[in-house]
């Protein structure tokens, strides 16, 4: 660690165990302190119940480890406390980067500018840090791409693009309300779809969604935290306007694997009689190339996935913190607004899977080609 951070750092120290002493906590001592001279790289993960959190967070830390740092890698199990005391933690131990995935953009503002201060370099990683000057670099996918797959994807397959009228029942889904990713992938799907209710073409049989709908209500047909139990009980309300399975359901804009695992789940649960690889059984989206969602691709319960290869993710956030360690600029290809400053940025691609590739739309690949490609096993998603 350079010594004017070792200065800013001791005083941020005395400042947090001199709050810390006022509320009686026993964080902050110094036996978090770092142990050798290595520069070290803090990871803060959101939380280890995702799947693709815990392969992010530990493709970046193996890669961040062979480049020759020392790094700490922690999950917040989705609570912004969790997160605020992890960030805490890492300016006590003296970290020269820290790695934020953040449960929330706007609540973990207070305590990366509490690492600002200290001469720690912040890296937003996936999620933008919203609202705060401390952050110094975001790195993530595209992100309204996401939204634009989905959209494209039940367009393409209810024949919307070939003049198909319907009416063809759809009810939509955003993530988490205080992730900044959701409104984005929404924003990238509605664009599309929204001329489609304006028509009549695609109605949502819940009124959850009607043609005067904006990207600004996304936050009203979100799923706190991504969860798919939520999404489930919520698809659960939503089906009584089914009428039992009488009333069909064509299909499920879901920006999330778990959440359309929740969605699968309600549908099944709630003994609808559509049967899977039927006509009757709806066009479901995701995204994140899970486990499960994969099986349930090759099983045709799920249409389609979105998948950002978070290896590339961490391959780039992993050659940020080098430049920045080694005093280098950092190259980034364009700039994103988090409400107080427009943050360099890199928005890496991402792909969309269908069981065998099967669409018009170049970049759709197959569950097989993610395979191949080492991110999952062939046993794991049931392809052996
Ligand atoms: C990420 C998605 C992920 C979601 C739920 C978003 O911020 O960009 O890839 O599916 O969080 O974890």
Wanted: net charge negative; glycine share 8%; proline share 2%.
């Amino acid at each position: 660690m350079k010594t004017w951070k070792r200065i800013l750092t001791a005083g941020v120290l005395l400042t947090t165990i001199v709050s810390l002493a006022g509320c009686n906590s026993t964080r902050g001592s110094s036996s978090s302190q770092k142990s050798n001279d290595k520069e070290l790289v803090y990871i803060s993960m959101p939380t280890e119940a995702e799947e693709r959190w815990v392969k992010d967070g530990n493709e970046l830390k193996n890669q961040i480890k062979d480049a020759g740092y020392d790094v700490d890698l922690t999950f917040a199990q989705d609570k912004v406390e969790q997160q605020n005391s992890d960030i805490e933690n890492a300016i006590n131990k003296g970290a020269d980067i820290i790695v934020v995935a953040s449960k929330d953009g706007s609540a973990v503002g207070p305590a990366v500018e509490k690492a600002r201060d200290a001469g720690i370099k912040v890296i937003a990683y996936d999620r933008l840090i919203l609202d705060t000057e401390a952050v110094d670099y975001y790195v993530t996918f595209q992100l309204e791409k996401t939204g634009v797959w989905e959209a494209n994807y039940i367009i393409e397959k209810l024949g919307l693009d070939k003049g198909e009228k319907g009416p063809f029942n759809i009810e939509l889904f955003t993530g988490s309300a205080d992730d900044n990713n959701a409104k984005y992938f929404f924003k990238g799907a509605w664009e599309l779809l929204q001329p489609y209710f304006e028509e009549g073409v695609l109605v949502s049989p819940s009124g959850k969604v009607t043609k005067d709908f904006t990207v600004d209500d996304w936050q009203d047909i979100s799923i706190d935290s991504w969860k798919m139990e939520k999404a489930q009980s919520e698809m659960e309300s939503r089906l009584a306007k089914y009428n039992g399975g009488s009333v069909s359901l064509d299909a499920v804009l879901s920006p999330y694997d778990g959440i359309s695992k929740g969605v699968i789940n309600a549908i099944e649960g709630q003994g609808m009689p559509w049967k899977v690889g039927s006509a009757d059984w709806p066009y479901i989206t995701g995204q994140d190339a899970m486990v499960t969602a994969l099986s349930d691709i090759l099983e045709g319960k799920q249409g389609e996935t979105v998948w950002k290869d978070t290896r590339e993710l961490a391959t780039k956030v992993a050659e940020v913190c080098v430049e920045i360690l080694d005093g280098k600029d950092v190259e980034t290809t364009e700039t994103m607004n988090n409400n107080v400053v427009d943050v360099p940025s890199i928005l890496l691609d991402s792909k969309s899977v269908t069981k065998n590739g099967e669409s018009d739309a170049k970049d759709t690949i197959s569950v097989k080609d993610v395979v191949d490609s080492g991110y999952v096993t062939a046993k794991q998603v049931g392809l052996e």
